[in-house]
T-cell receptor, first 113, second 114 residues
């Protein structure tokens, strides 16, 4: 399986940018990188995904290294509502074609007012 | 619009009881997933439905766990003879097409077995 490694926790101040790293050195050429987040007492929420190019949406940006062995989720201005567990997810190697998600431990993001 | 809903939100069961957890996916979504999330851990896959067909049940921890989606919409996860280790949050997710990693999750059902 393509394994991901994320820091256990990170802290940020409100209205500052946050860069959440993810290492995935065994990624294959066709694996998309997905990010989800889980707010307290809620189900996970899709954030963003990408393959090679950097991606932007209304929630965040995803910066993917040129060798694709790492990526960074960027929250441009953190708010208290962004405090959550952030998961970097890759498909299972040789796995299914139907989108089974394999969550790791994720990064707990704390945002200080 | 309406998202994925789950009921009940909280369930307390005595060890040995049977429980049934319901998931109402977003209307028209083909794919439906169940995940189990133990305290402090990330969600873990249990089973997958494409319409009414259960295509993968490899994550179900034992034969006490059973899931169905008879008409390709609402799904029920049943746990027979509950044990303390079954205590967890059970999450349901749906997506509009097969193969999509963009899934919409419900709020989960927190099951506590005493």
């Amino acid at each position: 399986d393509a394994k991901t490694t994320q820091p256990n926790s990170m802290e940020s101040n409100e209205e500052e940018p946050v860069h959440l790293p993810c290492n995935h050195s065994t990624i294959s050429g066709t694996d998309y990188i997905h990010w989800y987040r889980q707010l307290p007492s809620q189900g996970p929420e899709y954030v963003i995904h990408g393959l090679t190019s950097n991606v932007n949406n209304r929630m965040a940006s995803l910066a993917i290294a040129e060798d694709r062995k790492s990526s960074t989720l960027i929250l441009h201005r953190a708010t208290l509502r962004d405090a959550a567990v952030y998961y970097c997810i890759l498909p299972l190697a040789g796995g299914t074609s139907y989108g089974k998600l394999t969550f790791g431990q994720g990064t707990i993001l704390t945002v200080h007012p | 619009g309406a998202g994925v809903s789950q009921s009940p939100r909280y369930k307390v069961a005595k060890r040995g009881q049977d429980v049934a957890l319901r998931c109402d996916p977003i209307s028209g979504h083909v794919s439906l997933f169940w995940y189990q999330q133990a305290l402090g851990q990330g969600p873990e896959f249990l089973t997958y439905f494409q319409n009414e067909a259960q295509l993968d049940k490899s994550g179900l921890p034992s034969d006490r766990f059973f899931a169905e989606r008879p008409e390709g919409s609402v799904s029920t996860l049943k746990i027979q003879r509950t044990q303390q280790e079954d205590s967890a949050v059970y999450l349901c997710a749906s997506s509009p097409q097969r193969g999509s990693y963009e899934q919409y999750f419900g709020p989960g059902t927190r099951l506590t077995v005493t």
